[in-house]
């Protein structure tokens, strides 16, 4: 952290800091946990980061108003946000603590994409949309104007090629990817079948199905899964978890399974978390009957339903 740019209230708070090692102010809702060792932000370009929420969010001082709210100003932003999930908080780092003791919680304020969504009225096009479209929502940007993130058509229409079904919204990414749509009739998505009137959830980079229902059986990470249910498959920064329904009986890691129950992989390393037996097995230790219902924490058995009578 460069201390010689810091205001001079922030300043004397991480010397007080240092000495006493107590690095936490807190307000009614929300606290501030000082921290010296924090990386800056891609997304914050020049602010300079000084502390945490105690949770998932960083604050930031703007002291060359590089956001263009005033030198010194406050902002917050989540640890997995982009540029348009920032807060503006406060004008200085005496206003923020000021707030804070009144009961501030940063996330009750308007992110840059909220702000910049206000303004919004009436019909418009947007690349990649065959048809007009009403914006709910947009993609805050540093440098340029915002872009749609959120948009509805009043009929159904092609989105980058797929039918989307009107009156539903369509999700893009701040580059213009679609992400998500509810298919207005059956389509092909990278070789796989997506029945109609059903949610579509797409990779932002790839634009790799990860949520769709299949429209005829499928086989994901070898297991089979059946025509109708939704399905899951698994990515390590947008889907935790393979899931879907069985279309036949399969064993998965020597447990046996029955068909048409819903089943749930989790992790990188696929591992089973919920499923319901075709045969009786031992779980964690125990005995369980055909037709048992279980879920697994780890190699724990958590929770388990009888087979209905």
Sequence with gaps: MDRERLPGELAADLARARETNDWTLSGRKSRIELDEALDSSDELVGLLPFGTDGGGGVWYCDVENRVERGAGAILHLPMSGGYGDARYVAASYADLRDRLAAGLDPYDLPSFDDEASASLR????????????????????????????????????????????????????????????TLASQAVVEGVTCAAATPLALHPATGRPL???????????????????????????FSAAVTGVLDRDHDVDGVPLAAGTPITLHGQERALTRGTLRAATILDGQQLEAGTSFELLGESLYRTRPAAP
Excluded: K, N, Q, S
């Excluded at 059986?217 to 297991?223: A, E, F, I, T």
């Design 122 to 181: 009436g019909e418009t096009r947007v690349p990649g949309v065959d048809g007009p479209v009403v914006v709910r929502r947009v993609h805050a940007r540093a440098l340029g104007t915002p872009r749609a993130a959120e948009v509805v058509c009043a009929h159904d229409v092609l989105a980058d090629g797929l039918p989307a079904r009107g009156g539903a919204p369509i999700y893009l990414t701040e580059e213009g990817r679609v992400h998500f749509l």
């Design 211 to 237: 949520r769709f229902t299949p429209a005829e059986p499928l086989v994901v990470d070898g297991l089979p899964f059946r025509a109708g249910h939704e399905v899951c498959v698994y990515d390590p920064v």
